[in-house]
């Protein structure tokens, strides 16, 4: 499998449970903050995105939450499934350039059944 | 539509050996994308491509060249490897550099160099 992700911090959840991902960010001047998510062997996936003049922002079963006074950004999945089992990271820029992200190294969630 | 497709899947070098990483998309993205992803770490962009015939620096260069001859392949190539190019590399492309755009990822290569 993946050598990625050996060292990550590691979140377990019950099925059905609510899980919350935390991401600090460095930068006061990050403008718009992004949630993938990265199956074992795949690409990183889009989850949700969020500008810094908003503080939360609602999808599909998740929910991202930012807090600029304290630079900390959080993912909030509901009813856990066992195909959210993943690692999370957080990506963060401060301009319009795509080139620009700063990603987070991530949180491993795995879903207990 | 493949997307974002990445050949090879794994690859081990010995030291000092060359490669080439092949990254092809057929969404008519313009903008491209060779980033690392090591163990703990998270993803360091290598180099990127606004659009055909063009590349550019990112945060991590050295030891890499790349070239976009053509608007749907992005080619990342070690001439030297080194032993601290061993990592997993992901390509991916967007319809244009802004922010919004989602970046869209291929599967990864996962190189090993001994």
């Known amino acids: 499998g993946e050598s990625v992700g050996l060292h990550l911090p590691t979140l377990s959840v019950q099925e059905g449970d609510n899980s919350i991902i935390n991401c600090a960010y460095s930068n006061s001047a990050s403008d718009y903050f992004i949630w993938y998510k990265q199956e074992s062997g795949k690409g990183p996936q889009f989850i949700i995105d969020i500008r810094s003049n908003m503080d939360k922002r609602q999808g599909q079963r998740v929910t991202v939450l930012l807090n600029k006074t304290v630079k900390h950004l959080s993912l909030q999945i509901a009813a856990t499934q066992p195909g959210d089992s993943a690692v999370y990271f957080c990506?963060?820029?401060?301009?319009?350039?795509?080139?620009?992200?700063?990603f987070g190294p991530g949180t491993r969630l795995s879903v207990l059944p | 539509n493949a997307g974002v497709t990445q050949t090879p899947k794994f690859r081990v070098l010995k030291t000092g050996q060359s490669m080439t990483l092949l990254c092809a998309q057929d969404m008519n993205h313009e903008y491209m994308y060779w980033y690392r992803q090591d163990p703990g770490m998270g993803l360091r962009l290598i180099h990127y491509?606004?659009?055909?015939?063009?590349?550019a620096k990112g945060e991590v260069p050295d030891g890499y060249n790349v070239s976009r001859l053509k608007k749907q392949n992005f080619l990342l190539g070690l001439e030297s490897a080194a032993p601290s190019q061993t990592s997993v590399y992901f390509c991916?492309?967007?319809?244009?550099?802004?922010?919004?755009?989602?970046?869209?990822f291929g599967p990864g290569t996962r190189l090993l160099v001994l």
């Open positions: 991916a492309s967007s319809y244009s550099g802004r922010i919004q755009e989602t970046q869209y």
């Open positions: 491509s606004v659009g055909e015939g063009t590349t």
């Open positions: 990506a963060e820029t401060p301009n319009n350039y795509g080139q620009n992200f700063v």
